[in-house]
């Protein structure tokens, strides 16, 4: 938590607390109750990517069994001896290993591997290591799978490791980011037309303090929130929007005529989905139930 998040001895437990919560949040599709051992893909912004590296190190850590590439090729299977595994690790409340436990632990591995088509096993019980030589990198998932399952029918938690995709996210129409809670930093589907106008009148602005340096030198449509708004929900054809970018940073485009345009646009579009709305709102009770 010190090295990710930066907290200390001073950090209110909360702020310990959510993202743990938010591990249990991503990893609890895979259990059995919801639906069990599968991937899973988390869409988030690059901010987030600290919590999904923290889920990923801890899944990690949780597996019984550790699965690498070989330094001479195949891939190679290592024992993690943890707590509450030891016993069934083939591991004695003395610290000595208990050798039939372990050739029990080798021969199930030996007959789940055996079962997807190797034949060729480097078993090494004292160390704890089981090589597969003939594997390769391409086997890692399948093998993968065998393992956790393994692993879960052992009592484990058996846990993949997550994967995440990276989005930028629409910027809310005071720059900052968009909250429920505010209604001004965006547009509801429920705002009537007029808030909507007056939302993007006020919105953030990326071009200058005044119109004769705004035709000088240009505006910025990479933080101007009514450009940002056409790009991402209101102008489909990309044609337009290079020509709106390029008018908007050489100055033939004012900020005031930005905002107008998306004005113009998200009425249109909002006109279209409410109409849809009213067309369609006799299916919402057969929907429902």
Not at 18 to 45: C, F, K, N, S, T
Request: glycine fraction near 10%; charge should be negative; include cysteine.
């Amino acid at each position: 938590m010190e090295a990710i998040y930066g907290f200390n001895g001073e950090t209110n437990l909360a702020h310990v607390q959510a993202p743990l919560v938010q591990v249990g949040d991503i990893v609890h599709p895979m259990l059995d109750e919801y639906g069990g051992l599968r991937p899973i893909v988390v869409p988030v912004g690059v901010d987030q990517d600290p919590h999904i590296r923290l889920t990923r190190g801890l899944t990690s850590k949780s597996n019984w069994f550790n699965l690498k590439s070989g330094k001479k090729g195949g891939m190679n299977i290592s024992l993690s001896i943890q707590d509450e595994n030891a016993t069934k690790m083939g591991l004695s409340d003395d610290g000595r290993i208990n050798r039939e436990a372990r050739d029990n632990l080798f021969s199930e591995l030996t007959s789940n591997l055996s079962a997807i088509g190797f034949s060729d096993f480097i078993k090494n019980p004292k160390h704890g290591t089981f090589g597969i030589p003939s594997a390769t990198i391409s086997d890692y998932d399948e093998i993968k799978f065998i393992l956790l399952n393994l692993e879960r029918k052992m009592g484990g938690l058996g846990l993949l490791q997550p994967a995440s995709t990276y989005h930028k996210f629409a910027v809310g129409m005071t720059g900052d980011k968009m909250s429920s809670s505010k209604p001004n930093t965006t547009i509801f589907l429920t705002d009537d037309l007029k808030a909507i106008e007056k939302k993007i009148k006020s919105a953030f602005s990326g071009g200058k303090s005044t119109v004769e340096e705004h035709r000088q030198y240009g505006g910025d449509p990479d933080i101007d929130v009514a450009y940002q708004y056409m790009m991402y929900f209101f102008e489909e054809d990309d044609e337009i929007l290079r020509e709106l970018n390029e008018g908007y940073r050489s100055g033939k485009i004012l900020a005031g005529e930005m905002k107008q345009i998306c004005i113009d646009k998200a009425i249109e579009w909002m006109k279209n989905h409410q109409e849809l709305k009213d067309q369609n709102s006799h299916m919402v009770n057969e929907f429902l139930s």
